[in-house]
């Protein structure tokens, strides 16, 4: 049954059944109904709706009705008769509007999302200031995000440590984590007598050990005296255990005297072990007899505990409470309340503190799913950091209310009364299956698709790791990746290389940087990432139109960020030593046409050493006139062909206009490939438009890789480059 329906289920009896003179089928189906004995509360209020003549009575009969079947976790008949009671008493409902809240709570169990968050926001037009409406209409939202995305935990009911009886929160007693005691309801407890709550035994602690098969042994009461042992008479629960695993803490519930049986008295007591047994338990003075201070959970080589109580100076129900012990006085002292970053007007029960600090603990308060939901937290200094909830499948539309794991593993048992279970409240366990990731892929040249073994890839990460790798003869690579991690792949190929056709000689550029990013990637996944080397050409690669002020070596603006291309080959590729070569067209004498073509690819170098780039990785030379341009199959591929058949518009510009002096067809027809844009052809040109043009393209600054073999020497500073590139 849901744990806050066993808080306040006699309240609920009194308000909506009091002051109606009932029948003695009604009155003894109420009895049940407030012990929490749902069959016979709706066996009895079967016969009783038979014979009671009163429809407003009838009404409210048929309520408690839905309520046992919800007691009784069978949520789809609660369902029915919350929507006769919805649909015959629409009076009721706008004076009782907590049949839509509680509709809303059967509906969520049976995974209705969307019904269930109608029932929500017709109960929140009905009282607008409660945020339970609210709250239920958001946590339906996030149930059907979380369904639809869980996280990678599995759970899976352990069966062998579950009865048809309430089974619950389970805690390790081994440092191997072979040995557990949970609180368990089942026939065989010394308390015989009948729970006010739930109609079963009043619980004992019970142990179990797993066996090397991996079968846990037939729980059994833990041993020890019954009058001053830790299973007594009364109800026993909630075990704790300390660092050395020899000292047993637990809560023991009890009825006040003198006053109604639901109201209890909880405490937390210890035993220390004796060979199998558990010797007296002493009850720790927290708190007064009165009060419930219950769940243990110890911290910090036990001088720190976390408990459950109701004491004054919570936030509203049960809130989770810190104490300290003192080594002196052998007593907890310093009794303070976590406040309301953690509790809640609600109720937060069953902490947990995991190896690495983290508190984990069930809440009936913050936005969940279920009825209560697990939730974590860490302590930041001296305060508390946001409350996540652990999500689907740790948490379910039931009531999910416990947590513990095996130190730093992600792996334990968690209670909950969710639906594949063999009792009501049941052990489940859970585990976080090893995140496997890797990149794979396979080095090629860029142009004829040929593998290249022995190329170099290398992998860096946001996490500031770095990895490199040889290719194998198959061309491939394979890194293991990190969860919740950025890396940049790239390959060079400094070798020679051998394949199938023989020995490849060819030099390449490094690889453009590839970006594999495994943030939010909650499954193993092999990424398939495919590097491409580009082969470094024998002759010039001409820069993408550098321009210069008329007659000058200054560079514009726009080039200097078509420079910064090149300073990208360069960080690329740190091996490499390069000329930058500059040329002119024809028209002028050929002398000052070098000395112009000089300055311009000094200015060129002078702007990549302002960058960064090494002053002893270049060489400016100045071909003027001398080196008119060949057009190659390479240059027409690249500017007459397909996609990028409009290339080089080559313009004029006037005051007024921008003129073509060449279409993209004079272009293709006038420079094919073979012929070099010298004096002669271009004088043969047609046009005074395609001699511009060929003007044009011999006014260019190229860079040559010299050398492969560029090992650190002085790196220039700004402070080298001339002040009118700066």
């Known amino acids: 049954m849901r744990l806050n329906r066993l808080f306040t289920v006699l309240m609920l009896v009194a308000l909506t059944l009091g002051g109606f003179a009932q029948h003695k089928t009604t009155q003894k189906a109420d009895k049940a109904f407030g012990k929490g004995l749902w069959n016979a509360a709706i066996e009895n209020y079967k016969l009783a709706l038979k014979k009671e003549k009163d429809n407003e009575l009838k009404l409210k009969i048929m309520y408690n009705m839905a309520q046992s079947y919800a007691g009784a976790r069978e949520y789809r008949n609660a369902i029915t008769w919350f929507k006769k009671v919805e649909r015959k008493g629409k009076v009721f409902i706008s004076t009782n509007p907590i049949v839509l809240l509680q509709m809303g709570n059967a509906y969520k169990s049976m995974d209705q999302y969307e ?137 023991r519930c009890k009825n006040i005297e003198g006053k109604v049986k639901a109201e209890k008295s909880c405490q937390i007591l210890s035993a220390k072990k004796r060979g199998k047994a558990y010797g007296e338990a002493i009850q720790l003075a927290i708190g007064g007899d009165s009060l419930i201070v219950a769940h243990p959970a110890l911290t ?51 902490p947990f503190v995991h190896a690495d600090g983290t508190l984990y603990f069930s809440s009936n308060g913050h936005v969940g799913i279920g009825g209560f939901d697990i939730f974590k937290v860490e302590k930041l200094k001296d305060e508390w950091g946001p409350v996540i909830n652990m999500k689907v499948p740790i948490n379910s539309s039931a009531d999910d209310i416990s947590i513990v794991f095996e130190a730093v593993a992600e792996k334990g048992y968690l209670t909950s009364n969710r639906g594949g279970g063999r009792g009501r ?65 790239q390959a060079d190929n400094e070798m020679t290389s051998t394949n199938q056709y023989g020995t490849v000689s060819k030099k390449y550029f490094a690889s453009e940087k590839a970006l594999i990013s495994t943030i939010g990637v909650e499954e193993s996944k092999t990424f398939v990432q495919d590097l491409e080397l580009e082969p470094i050409p024998p002759g010039g690669i001409e820069l993408p139109n550098i321009v210069y002020a008329f007659n000058s070596h200054l560079l514009m603006d726009e080039s200097k960020l078509k420079l910064n291309v090149l300073v990208g080959v360069m960080e690329a590729n740190p091996t490499l030593v390069i000329e930058l070569g500059s040329h002119t067209d024809y028209r002028g004498s050929a002398a000052y046409n070098r000395n112009l073509a000089q ?105 040559r890789v010299l050398r492969t073999d560029y090992k650190p020497g002085q790196t220039a500073t700004a402070d080298e480059a001339t002040e009118e590139n700066k």
Not at 442 to 467: A, E, H, Q
Request: with cysteine; net charge positive; aromatic share 10%.
């Open 300 to 350: 910090n080589k036990d001088q720190t505990m976390y408990f459950v109580s109701n004491m004054k100076g919570g936030q509203g129900g049960k809130d989770i409470w810190v104490a300290d012990f003192d080594k002196k006085k052998k007593t907890w002292v310093n009794v303070r309340n976590l406040g309301p970053g953690v509790n809640t007007a609600g109720d937060e029960l069953y």
């Open 115 to 251: 019904d269930a968050m109608n029932s929500f926001k017709a109960y929140s037009d009905l009282k607008p200031d409660d945020e339970r409406g609210k709250k239920g209409a958001k946590s339906c939202e996030l149930a059907i995000k979380w369904t639809n995305k869980p996280t990678r935990y599995k759970v899976e009911n352990v069966r062998q440590l579950n009865s048809k009886y309430d089974d619950a929160v389970p805690v390790y007693t081994n440092k191997r984590y072979k040995e557990i005691v949970f609180q368990s309801y089942r026939l065989g407890a010394e308390g015989k007598g009948e729970n006010d709550v739930n109609g079963q035994a009043y619980p004992d602690i019970y142990a179990t050990k797993l066996s090397k098969d991996g079968k846990w042994s037939n729980p059994l009461p833990v041993e020890g005296d019954p009058k001053i042992g830790v299973n007594t008479k009364y109800a026993e629960g909630a075990p704790a255990m300390n660092a050395k695993m020899n000292e047993l803490f637990f809560t």
């Open 599 to 703: 300055k311009r690819a000094q200015s060129a170098v002078d702007y990549l050493i302002f960058k960064g780039v090494a002053k002893d990785r270049m060489e400016a030379k100045g071909y003027g006139e001398d080196a008119p341009k060949p057009i190659d199959s390479s240059y027409v591929a690249k500017n007459f062909t397909g996609k990028n058949a409009n290339p080089r518009n080559f313009t004029t510009v006037t005051k007024k206009k921008k003129t073509v002096i060449a279409s993209v067809q004079e272009q293709i027809a006038a420079f094919v490939v073979g012929v070099t844009l010298d004096e002669k052809f271009i004088t043969s040109l047609a046009t005074e438009g395609l001699q511009e043009c060929a003007h044009q393209m011999n006014r260019r600054t190229e860079f």
């Open 425 to 489: 409240m049941d052990v489940w366990s859970f585990n976080l299956p090893k995140l496997v990731l890797f990149v794979t892929g396979v080095v090629k040249d860029k142009f004829t698709r040929v593998i290249l073994p022995n190329s170099k890839v290398t992998m860096t990460g946001s996490d500031g790791s770095s990895v490199e790798a040889i290719t194998d003869e198959t061309g491939g690579y394979k890194f293991k990746l990190m969860p919740n991690t950025t890396y940049q792949i």
